[in-house]
């Protein structure tokens, strides 16, 4: 490749992940009206016009006033089949139970009835683990006999996203990535107007429906080649054969010079023999991977691609190409009536692909035109995506810290599902942003949303605020809690039923309870406030609250933000008994300034089992070094240094917290070599789930999965994942 070639796409590379950026927080008018109808096309002309039209009205830039043409993957048909319980986790940790059947545990969920998708699924006899970007099947019972039975591999370009496991059916999600050259065409040479005249040669780049003249004078438009050659093209002496004397001087265009096409596929493995497991089903359809879940045996996958990634220019004409929808390997544009859009006050920056898989291989389709959507909450009957739009002058994080309702907002989509079925139903809107899917609950025919406008951390005048609303079906607004904790943000919200709990911080925690029984006028009613934060809130059962977050140290340094330092892993039991009085029953600190868990950041991580009273977290472990303890107090800001990884094993009541013991993948002999440590830290062999089979304790790395004795933790076996 030339230097000029790659400065060319080095800037474009850049440039789009600002166009990415900018397609997170698009500015809009706050003056404008909408319909919030739900609309589509009659042809994929009206499509291409819709998004010139919509990159016009926001400014994108994504779109050139060019001569327009549509690029199908193949002909336009349309042979693609067309075919609430409450949002409360399982306090018992998602265990089955059974006189007959195994006793076991399954992926950690937000809604009872709507799985997850996980590196790791269980039915009791087998184990079906993600490592190494491979699936494994362990016979996991006699634990003394537990062994690898069969390994499925995905070709190099693609990534398992996750699994279900569904009744003999596995369902295996992976995401690609490709990057295409331009349909080739030769390339030409560029006379540039200069006082020495000198030619210089366009760069050797792929360029779809660039105009040049032939020796008469008459446009040609050169035809694309079958062949998608391997982007960039090296041999440029050998594409160049075109006499430069004969191609009379052009304006070069601006061009991409490649495009980039991400795909997500779902495929479907026949398991009623786990040892030889086969395929019965794939779909795959253009677009990033977003989420899944799976209700009574149908998967409902969302996939997303940027409107502009869709659009390929050129020195006079712009093509549009259409994703395809593949099923068993026979691909086809997606048809335009399932191309749907709504007018909100959102930019329609991606499309947003919903497909349903049944386990027996049906398979539906829409895709809606939305913004980039951040979160997806879903229930047994519908799926809601969140994205924030701003209205103020600057952009998402960069703009003024002060939002207030009009210039911060939550836009929500609810589609309904029903037995694969999928339909937009309705769309609406409140003041700020969320932080994750536990910010969203549906309960009783009512949508609850916990937002945070503003951010506390640009300065000390910072205010923002926290609030909690209450919707009807239609994503009307009908109750609300408002102006909690100012000056704070949300780390954490749990809706059970008819009652919530929250978690705000800058430098202590103030744990709410809220009383959202009466839709129209919820209550806060409790608070506590307690050092350090909780970052996920897991049942433990009516009345009391798990918490896992971080420890915190108060401290009168001017130059932090939040005048804390964070401080070891905290664990947490709160008693809700007296709900307008909540109390702190007992908690746990682990480690130093830097010790973490996944179960910070990943529900899935986390293994909770109230009738087992069991409680198993993943621990990367920080400590001082005791010597400096002894010497003298630590300062508050002092890190520890890295000592272990492994899982923590505990047994938990409602008295509060007491150690089991605790499991390591890596060798405890290992020791941190003095340059670079963390380079060298066994990152393959941190613990990223656990779960139980009967007595049986199994904890899964990149390297291997350990089965131990759940009571004593006695080692029973393990399997090593090559």
């Known amino acids: 490749m030339n230097t000029k070639t790659l400065h060319l796409v080095s800037l474009i590379l850049v440039g789009a992940l600002i166009i990415s950026a900018i397609g997170y927080v698009y500015v809009t008018s706050p003056n404008t009206t909408y319909s919030y109808e739900i609309k589509t096309f009659d042809s994929y002309e009206d499509f291409q016009d819709f998004l010139a039209e919509a990159a016009n009205n926001t400014g994108s830039g994504y779109y050139y006033d060019l001569e327009e043409s549509i690029t199908l993957g193949a002909d336009d048909a349309s042979g693609i089949s067309k075919n609430s319980a409450p949002s409360v986790p399982r306090s018992d940790g998602d265990s089955q139970t059974s006189t007959d059947d195994p006793d076991y545990s399954e992926t950690n969920i937000q809604v009872e009835g709507v799985d997850e998708p996980d590196i790791v699924k269980t039915d009791g006899e087998y184990l079906y683990v993600v490592a190494n970007n491979t699936v494994y099947i362990l016979k996991a019972t006699p634990a003394q006999d537990a062994e690898i039975i069969k390994t499925i591999e995905v070709s190099d370009d693609e990534y398992i996203q996750g699994l279900f496991l569904d009744e003999g059916t596995l369902a295996v999600i992976t995401a690609s990535w490709q990057f295409y050259a331009m349909p080739y065409i030769e390339p030409a040479i560029v006379k540039t107007d200069t006082d020495e005249g000198i030619d210089e040669e366009m760069p050797d780049v792929s360029i779809d429906h660039a105009t040049v003249n032939d020796t008469d004078g008459e446009e040609q438009i050169p035809e694309e080649s079958d062949e998608k050659p391997e982007f960039p093209i090296e041999d440029e ?56 879940r799976m209700i009574d045996g149908t998967v409902y996958l969302i996939a997303t691609e940027y409107t502009y990634e869709l659009q390929t220019f050129g020195a006079e004409k712009s093509t549009i190409a259409i994703p395809e929808l593949s099923i068993d390997n026979e691909s086809e544009p997606i048809p335009i009536d399932t191309i749907y859009y709504v007018d909100t006050p959102e930019p329609p920056t991606s499309m947003t692909h919903v497909f349903s898989v049944t386990t027996t291989g049906e398979v539906n389709h829409k895709t809606f035109l939305l913004d980039s959507s951040h979160s997806m909450y879903v229930s047994l009957n519908n799926i809601y995506l969140t994205s924030t739009i701003y209205n103020t002058p600057t952009l998402g994080l960069l703009r ?17 599902i029903d037995d694969g079925d999928i339909n937009y139903i309705a769309s609406g809107e409140v003041p700020g942003h969320i932080l994750n899917q536990f910010s969203m609950d549906e309960h009783n025919g009512y949508f609850r949303i916990a937002t945070t406008i503003g951010w506390n951390w640009w300065s000390e005048d910072s205010e923002s605020t926290n609030n909690v609303y209450i919707l009807d079906s239609g994503l009307s607004i009908v109750g609300s809690i408002e102006d909690l904790a100012p000056g704070e943000q949300i780390y954490s919200t749990r809706f059970m039923g008819d009652k919530a709990y929250m978690v705000t911080f800058k430098n202590v925690d103030p744990f709410f309870t809220l009383d959202l029984s009466e839709p129209t006028d919820p209550q806060a009613l409790g608070y506590l406030k307690i050092p350090g934060y909780s970052t996920y809130l897991h049942p433990y059962d009516e009345n009391h609250i798990i918490g896992i977050g971080k420890d915190a140290v108060e401290t009168d340094d001017d130059t932090l933000w939040n005048d804390v330092w964070y401080q070891g892993l905290k664990l947490a039991l709160f008693d809700v008994t007296d709900f307008e009085n909540p109390v702190e029953v007992d908690h746990v600190i682990i480690g130093d300034r830097g010790t973490d868990s996944n179960a910070l950041y990943d529900h899935k991580a986390f293994l909770f089992d109230r009738e087992k009273n069991l409680l198993v977290i993943p621990v990367t472990l920080y400590e001082i070094p005791q010597e400096y303890k002894t010497d003298e107090e630590p300062e508050i800001y002092s890190y520890g240094e890295y000592t272990y990884d492994g899982a923590y094993v505990y047994t938990l009541t409602t008295e509060g917290f007491e150690m089991r013991g605790r499991v390591t993948h890596t060798d405890e002999n290992w020791t941190a070599k003095d340059t670079y440590r963390w380079f060298y830290y066994p990152w393959n062999s941190f613990i990223k789930r656990s779960l139980y089979i009967n007595n049986v304790l199994y904890t899964i790395s990149n390297t291997m999965v350990k089965l131990n004795d759940l009571e004593t933790l006695e080692e029973l076996n393990q399997i090593a994942l090559d």
């Open 237 to 292: 002496e050998d594409q160049n054969t075109t006499d430069e004397d004969d191609i009379e001087p052009i304006e070069e265009p601006f061009i991409y010079p490649y495009r980039s096409v991400s795909s997500t596929k779902i495929t479907l493995y026949d398991i009623q023999n786990p040892s030889t497991p086969l395929i019965k089903k794939t779909v795959e359809i253009e677009g990033n991977y977003f989420d899944a």
């Open 400 to 416: 003024a810290p002060d939002s207030t309702n009009e210039e911060e907002k939550t836009m929500i989509h609810r589609i309904k």
